[in-house]
């Protein structure tokens, strides 16, 4: 596939962004990441979320547009999360929390490495690992594969948000 490169003066892009002189693009993007937050709050408190809202970012892609028509950013994530099987019927963990590392992350999703194979679409992912009553967010995996570190990489879309007492939760099985 070729690829068409067109070269722009360097006085079209600016060199820095005055957050005064934009304050009504950042207060429109700061509404619309509490708009997508309403039902995943938890993704308020995540630094590095944060840190994207008061942000400009841009990318470049070589794909065709189709296929990278996200709206928000995927930004680096290495951090433990605690996952656990989900049984939506029920809302409740099916398994004990194993310690997984994100990869990374969006207003949408999160993708993350663990050591052995999902074998369910839904899973509970949890950012508060200390915590007694911990906030969930429900994850529709939408993708896993086994990577070249001999780890498995998954991936998916938040649903919504849940809070479960682990300690007083006993899993099925």
Avoid at 32 to 48: A, D, G, H, K, M
Avoid at 52 to 57: A, T
Avoid at 79 to 89: M, R, S
């Amino acid at each position: 596939m070729r690829q068409a490169v067109r070269a722009y003066p360097s006085d079209v892009f600016p060199t820095a962004i005055d957050e005064d002189e934009n304050s009504e693009f950042y207060q429109q993007k700061r509404a619309s990441f509490y708009r997508e937050t309403t039902n995943t709050p938890c993704l308020r408190r995540i630094p590095e979320l944060s840190k994207l809202i008061d942000s400009v970012v841009a990318s470049w892609y070589l794909e065709p547009s189709s296929i990278s028509s996200r709206e928000w950013h995927r930004i680096p994530f290495h951090q433990p999360l605690g996952l656990a099987v989900f049984n939506p019927k029920t809302k409740q963990l099916e398994s004990d929390l194993q310690i997984v590392t994100g990869r990374n992350i969006s207003v949408r999703g999160i993708s993350f490495t663990h050591s052995s194979h999902i074998y369910t679409r839904e899973v509970a992912v949890t950012f508060d690992l200390d915590q007694p009553i911990k906030d969930f967010l429900v994850v529709r995996l939408a993708w896993s594969r086994f990577s070249e570190k001999r780890t498995f990489q998954s991936g998916g879309q938040f649903l919504y948000q849940i809070q479960i007492d682990t300690e007083q939760q006993i899993p099925a099985g």
